[in-house]
T-cell receptor
Framework: DAMVIQNPRYQVTQFGKPVTLSCSQTLNHNVMYWYQQKSSQAPKLLFHYYDKDFNNEADTPDNFQSRRPNTSFCFLDIRSPGLGDAAMYLC???????????????FGPGTRLTVL | AQRVTQPEKLLSVFKGAPVELKCNYSYSGSPELFWYVQYSRQRLQLLLRHISRESIKGFTADLNKGETSFHLKKPFAQEEDSAMYYCALNFGNEKLTFGTGTRLTIIP
C-alpha cells in the first residue's frame, strides 16, 4: 500500500544533542510537511517543501531545519533539542498543482520525541 | 486573522444519540474546509471535505458561509466513532490550519 512512513516511531535524545527524524513516502506526492503536535493541541505546521522549494513558517524556531534530498524522503533536524521540543512530530504529504492548491494531506504515524 | 475554532475540547454522547461537533472559522475569502479524524493509536486521516458533499461513515458537514461554520454531524452515534476530530481550513494555498480538536466519546 502506498503510504507515509516515519522512523523512528519513538526517539529519546538528551538536552542539546542533535536529532534527526525521517519521513518517506511511496505516494509520489510533490509536497511534504512537518508538523509539531504537543499533548492536547492542534498540529502546528513547522515547514513544508513544495517540490524542491522550502517554505518555513514565520514562528518556527531556527533550531529546526529540514532537508528533502529527493521526492520520497524528507528529514527534520533539531540542532539542539530543548525540553520544550518534546512532542509528536507528524509528517504529511499532498499532491498539489497550480489550479488545485489544496488537497487531502496524508499523514504518517508520527515520531514521539522525548528530551531528557 | 485567519482562524479555526472548535469550542468543545471534550464531547460525550450516548450511543444512538445525534452527534454535532462544532467548527467555526474566520476568513474573508472562499475557504476550503476539512474534517480529519484520529482514532486511538492510528494516524490522522481525512474524514471528509466540504467540496465533496459526501457522507463518510454516516457523518456529514455543511459549509455555512453566513455563520462561518462547518459543523460535523451524525444522526446516530456508534461506539466506533470515539476519536479525536480536527476541523481544518485551507486559506487558498497548499497549507492547512487545524483547530484545537474535539475528543468525542461515545457512551455505550
Amino acid at each position: 500500500d502506498a503510504m507515509v512512513i516515519q522512523n523512528p516511531r519513538y526517539q529519546v535524545t538528551q538536552f542539546g544533542k542533535p536529532v534527526t527524524l525521517s519521513c518517506s513516502q511511496t505516494l509520489n506526492h510533490n509536497v511534504m510537511y512537518w508538523y509539531q503536535q504537543k499533548s492536547s493541541q492542534a498540529p502546528k505546521l513547522l515547514f513544508h517543501y513544495y517540490d524542491k522549494d522550502f517554505n518555513n513558517e514565520a514562528d518556527t524556531p531556527d533550531n529546526f531545519q529540514s532537508r528533502r534530498p529527493n521526492t520520497s524522503f524528507c528529514f527534520l533536524d533539531i540542532r539542539s533539542p530543548g525540553l520544550g521540543d518534546a512532542a509528536m512530530y507528524l509528517c504529511a504529504t499532498s499532491r498539489v498543482w497550480t489550479g488545485r492548491r489544496s488537497n487531502e494531506q496524508f499523514f504518517g504515524p508520527g515520531t514521539r520525541l522525548t528530551v531528557l | 486573522a485567519q482562524r479555526v475554532t472548535q469550542p468543545e475540547k471534550l464531547l460525550s454522547v450516548f450511543k444512538g444519540a445525534p452527534v454535532e461537533l462544532k467548527c467555526n472559522y474566520s476568513y474573508s475569502g472562499s475557504p476550503e474546509l476539512f474534517w480529519y479524524v484520529q482514532y486511538s493509536r492510528q494516524r490522522l486521516q481525512l474524514l471528509l471535505r466540504h467540496i465533496s458533499r459526501e457522507s463518510i461513515k454516516g457523518f456529514t458537514a455543511d459549509l455555512n458561509k453566513g455563520e462561518t461554520s462547518f459543523h460535523l454531524k451524525k444522526p446516530f452515534a456508534q461506539e466506533e466513532d470515539s476519536a479525536m476530530y480536527y476541523c481544518a481550513l485551507n486559506f487558498g494555498n497548499e497549507k492547512l490550519t487545524f483547530g484545537t480538536g474535539t475528543r468525542l466519546t461515545i457512551i455505550p
